[in-house]
């Protein structure tokens, strides 16, 4: 009962993501209405690329910790399951617990040896990190080096992902699963002292707290989380390449928290949301204004990062509260 | 009627009703980003081949939409499903590069839909994972590296020194290079990807001495590489053959410098029949500036839905793959016969880069290779 | 691997370095004096590159062409820290990334629809296209002997500001201590927009450099800014000697680790083995030397006091 009324109150007091979450429940019955299914896809894509952006938010935006890294434990977390699926073993729940511990393990790992900076320093471990992995996988040409693998859908069984919208709403509970354990995870004791040690680190130290081992505790939760995301996206794509943990798609990650809010729970979903509607619309919208322009659309993209930076501080959801406080 | 879209905001394709008899192709490609040039020729080859058809294909009416899949797999899956689900197109085509190819290939294929490659080849679709509703109007990886194998094997070329950057195209081309080439490779080098600064391998290229030098450097890595080549006045110590180096996209930013450059190809603009000239006069006039390859084979993308849709006598998929997989398709490569992995069938090229009568970069074919050449993987595939 | 080659592959390191250097030099007083995150740098590389470039076809002549396109690239980053840099200065880290991402995106497509997808083409006039014998029985293209000699006498040239200069002292006291220097009357906001345009403009330089050697086209200057980061990361950051030596160790560590990592690999390891992890290793080299630099000494080379 307890647990049950903390839960609630958790929800209230996060209104944001969790009317995002059930926007996202309810928006297939919309979609079939309106007959766009393919807007599916672009939600799942989204839902996907958000399930990530809250991994690496629990470090960068709560935990203060610059990972340029995360993306490569998307990649182990789908090539858990293309490897897998390689030598026969299609079970999507063995996938996630493997995507779960090997990106464990190796946040532990990597948490442990790049923790010891800071700052720009460890930016650029975390960088190395995720460069030694690209090229690590690169190289193996058994799982299709650069050019991937095509593979299929996991069998999470007694769920037949290829009933329409299963996949749809399992990517949905796990993205909300997430959801409520970083709401927790932040409200906790634990979170607490996490954004502690971002405020002010020796602070932390002076009330006798080796701020250590709860940098590295969030380092390797968000890596899981990652990790999942990656899981659930190689089922989705059907494919699984070096492309998805480019140091590249790191920064992509980042710019979606940045461009949401950061340290905020639901900065990372509306980011995704954000940065993928951009994505889609703004081609659009030059091709009505200027045709030949079409595919020059990044040219309005990055103006509009520019001006949040400038106009609406704390990102989307700074813009929110800002806007919500505004009230007749 | 063409329209572009990347995934777009839903009036816009649902308000405009499809008339049934229409031929939808779905054209996939890069437009936007590092290699857009690419995408670009592609596009405006396919919209030079809808304009020399009337607008239609096979006579029917037909519509294009055009696709840009960011060189991104994920929005190239997105696309994909868009297309084949919504779109509902009949022919999904395009595709420049290998990793996109592997991810979209499964799921349009599985749907019933045609795919139709205008570039991407990997290995996998040709041999084992080949599908019965898949086509390529292009080459398979390996085909224009074995071609230049043979070349130096039949020139009595005793020694050659190789060179590609470090991924998996780069390693395919190398393995076909080898496939023909039974001479003393005295050293194989694997750039990084993305490199411009060859200096330190010029460097250690001129200490050895080779008699060749075969290069594999696409893109942007070619101009720098064949650049800083001639500057180091190389060319005293070795010859240079290349393949998907010197090319209609590279050959504007090398000039003169390329004047000479040996390379392999399925198609070079001054091939002589009827569909090429046309081709390529129109191209020039249209868009100033020689067509590339890729442009070519967007071109013979479109020519071969054109062909497949008027023998079938309509768009349906099965029909449209038994006339596409019996060959004899009009191309700017003559007529072009199909294996049984319905990869082509086709000539390898000797070329070299000469200036035409305008002072314009251009290749010249100078001999002919292989004829009528399969790739290697055709005896893997079984449907 | 002869002696000669050995020294000659050493000369090609440092050329690269000298490249590197005054692209990082830039970068480290803007990310250690300003405290600014100027993702963007690459882009001015870039901007650089295209002027030079674009003078040259313009004029005809290739000296023509980067006389005027140095003053042009100091103004492009004046005219870019006044209108948006400056009001950046106090914002988050993070917010600093955010809004140089989207101008290297503003860059990149600008570039593209002035000037188009395709590399521009730039070329090195037939004076510069000469050998030098750097060692014996080894011609070594003129323009990169040029460039080695470029670079250095910036490198001296930013030393001299630096160290002898009224300004250079302001530069370094405004590193330490920004609201004394402003109570001293020394007007910051110059300073710091002098500042930007000088890194920019040696940023520009290097891509006016790069131009004859290699491709002029959009997103250019990208690859370099890791490389860069690293470079001033190891040399310690706001340190310009710092990012001097680290940029000829990294260049150096780079070129060698490139030619020298197969031959050593293929002593011990089959032919097929060494050509598969030879390439992915040199690649990682330098990532290698950062985090042993970094273990050793935590804040870099030379970092600056205080």
């Known amino acids: 009962m307890q647990g049950l009324k ?66 490569a434990f998307v990649g182990i977390g789908a090539y858990c399951v293309g490897i897998s699926q390689y030598y026969g073993l299609f079970n999507g729940w063995v996938h996630v617990l493997m995507a779960l511990g090997t990106c464990g393990v190796l946040g532990l790992i990597i948490g442990f040896l790049a923790l010891r900076t800071s ?194 501080r704390g990102g989307l959801m700074g813009l929110l509260h800002r806007l919500s406080r505004v009230r007749p | 009627m063409k329209k572009y879209l990347t995934l777009a905001v839903a009036a816009t394709i649902a308000a405009t009703p499809a008339l049934a008899d229409t031929v939808k192709v779905g054209y996939m490609t890069t437009l936007s980003g590092g290699a857009g040039i690419i995408g670009k020729q592609m596009q405006n080859a396919v919209n030079l081949a809808m304009e020399h058809t009337g607008g239609k294909l096979g006579g029917k009416d037909a519509e294009v939409v055009f696709a840009d899949d960011q060189r991104k797999p994920d929005v190239a899956k997105q696309l994909a499903n868009r297309l084949v689900k919504s779109d509902k197109v009949d022919v999904v085509a395009g595709v420049i590069w290998s990793n ?91 750039t990084k990807l993305g490199q411009s600064d060859f200096q330190a391998e010029l460097s250690t290229l001129r200490a050895a001495k080779p008699a060749a030098t075969f290069i594999f450097q696409p893109g942007g890595m070619g101009i720098n590489f064949i650049k800083q080549w001639k500057q180091a006045g190389m060319d005293s110590v070795s010859k240079l053959y290349t393949v998907f180096a010197v090319d209609g996209v590279s050959l504007p930013g090398l000039k003169e410098a390329a004047v000479g450059v040996v390379s392999t190809q399925t198609w070079s603009p001054d091939l002589d029949n009827a569909m090429n000239k046309r081709f390529v006069a129109d191209y020039k006039a249209k868009f100033g500036g020689y067509p590339s390859f890729y442009a070519a084979q967007a071109y013979d993308t479109m020519m071969a839905i054109d062909h497949a849709v008027r023998e079938a006598g309509s768009a349906d998929t099965e029909a449209m793959r038994k006339v596409l997989a019996k060959g004899g398709i009009p191309t700017t490569r003559g007529s072009l016969a199909m294996n049984t992995n319905q990869f082509p069938i086709q000539n390898i090229y000797l070329r070299e880069v000469v200036m035409d009568s305008d002072g314009v970069a251009t290749t010249k074919v100078i001999g002919t290779v292989f004829e009528n050449h399969s790739d290697a993987y055709a005896s893997e595939c079984k449907f | 691997m002869t002696l000669l080659l050995f020294l000659e592959q050493l000369f090609n390191g440092v050329q690269f370095g000298v490249t590197l250097f005054l692209i990082a030099a830039g970068l480290t007083l803007i990310l250690g004096i300003m405290d600014f995150v100027f993702l963007a740098h690459g882009s001015q590389v870039m901007i650089g590159a295209y002027l030079a470039a674009s003078l040259t076809i313009l004029t005809g002549n290739f000296f023509l062409g980067i006389l005027l396109a140095i003053p042009l690239t100091f103004a492009s980053g004046y005219v870019l820290e006044y209108l948006l840099i400056r009001h950046l200065y106090r914002r988050d880290h993070m917010d600093q990334v955010l809004a140089t991402f989207g101008l290297i995106l503003f860059f990149n497509e600008l570039i593209r629809i002035g000037f188009g997808p395709a590399a521009l083409f730039s070329d090195l006039p037939p004076l510069l296209s000469g050998f030098v014998y750097i060692l014996p029985d080894t011609p070594y293209p003129m323009f990169r002997v040029i460039v080695i000699v470029v670079g250095l006498a910036c490198a001296l040239g930013i030393h001299f500001l630096v160290a002898h200069t009224k300004m250079g002292a302001m530069v370094r006291a405004g590193a330490n201590n920004e609201s004394m220097t402003a109570a001293l009357g020394i007007n910051i906001r110059i300073l710091r927009r002098m500042l930007f345009a000088m890194g920019a403009c040696f940023a520009g330089l290097a891509g006016m450099m790069l131009g004859p050697l290699s491709a002029v086209e959009p997103g250019m200057g990208e690859p370099l800014l890791i490389l860069s980061l690293v470079v001033i990361i190891i040399g310690g950051i706001g340190s310009v000697r710092g ?64």
């Open chain 1, 6 to 71: 903390i839960l609630v109150e958790g929800m209230l007091g996060n209104r944001t993501q969790f009317l995002l979450l059930i926007g996202f429940a309810l928006f297939p019955i919309y979609t079939s209405i309106a007959d766009l299914p393919f807007w599916n896809d672009i939600a799942m894509r989204i839902m996907l690329l958000g399930m990530a952006a809250m991994g690496l938010n629990l470090v960068l935006g709560y935990g203060g910790m610059v990972s340029f890294g995360h993306a």
């Open chain 1, 119 to 312: 700052g720009i320093y460890f930016i650029m471990i975390t960088l190395a990190f995720a460069q030694m992995l690209f090229f690590l996988f690169v190289s193996l040409e058994q799982f299709g080096g650069d050019d991937g693998m095509s593979i299929d859908r996991a069998e999470f069984l007694p769920i037949d992902l290829w009933e329409p919208l299963r996949l749809y709403y399992l990517i949905w509970t796990s993205l909300t699963l997430v959801s409520v354990l970083l709401m927790f995870i932040v409200a906790s004791r634990f979170g607490v002292v996490l954004q502690a040690i971002k405020d002010n680190e020796s602070r932390v130290e002076a009330m006798g707290l080796a701020p250590l081992p709860f940098k590295i505790t969030g380092y390797l939760i968000s890596a899981m989380i990652c990790g999942l995301a990656g899981a659930l996206f190689a089922s989705w794509q059907e494919y699984v390449s070096p492309d998805i943990m480019h140091w590249t798609r790191s920064g992509e990650l980042m710019i979606i928290i940045i461009l949401g809010g950061l340290g905020t729970l639901a900065g990372p979903l509306i980011g995704a949301v954000a940065f993928l509607l951009l994505e889609e619309i703004l081609p659009e919208l030059l091709y009505a204004i200027a045709p030949n322009y079409a595919e020059n659309w990044m040219i309005i993209f990055g103006p509009i990062l520019i001006a949040i930076v400038l106009f609406a």
């Open chain 3, 243 to 306: 990012a001097f030596v680290a940029a000829l160790l990294v260049g150096v560590v780079d070129t060698m680790g490139r030619v020298m990592l197969p031959i050593v690999l293929r002593t011990f390891m089959g032919q097929a083995s060494a050509d598969g992890a030879g390439p992915a290793l040199a690649s990682m080299m330098v990532y290698i030397l950062m985090a042993l630099v970094l273990v050793v000494r935590p804040t870099g080379l030379f970092p600056p006091k205080g």
């Open chain 2, 100 to 190: 996109l190819m592997m991810a979209i290939h499964k799921p349009v294929t599985r749907s019933g839909t045609l795919l139709i490659s205008s570039n991407a080849g990997p290995s996998p679709i040709a041999g084992s994972g080949c599908h019965k509703n898949f086509f390529s109007m292009s080459w398979q990886n390996d085909q224009t590296p074995e071609g230049m194998g043979k070349h130096l094997q039949d020139s009595g070329v005793k020694e050659v020194y190789i060179l590609a950057p470090n991924y998996q195209a780069g390693k395919d081309m190398m393995a076909g290079f080898k496939r023909h080439y039974k001479g003393n490779i005295v050293g194989e080098v694997y």
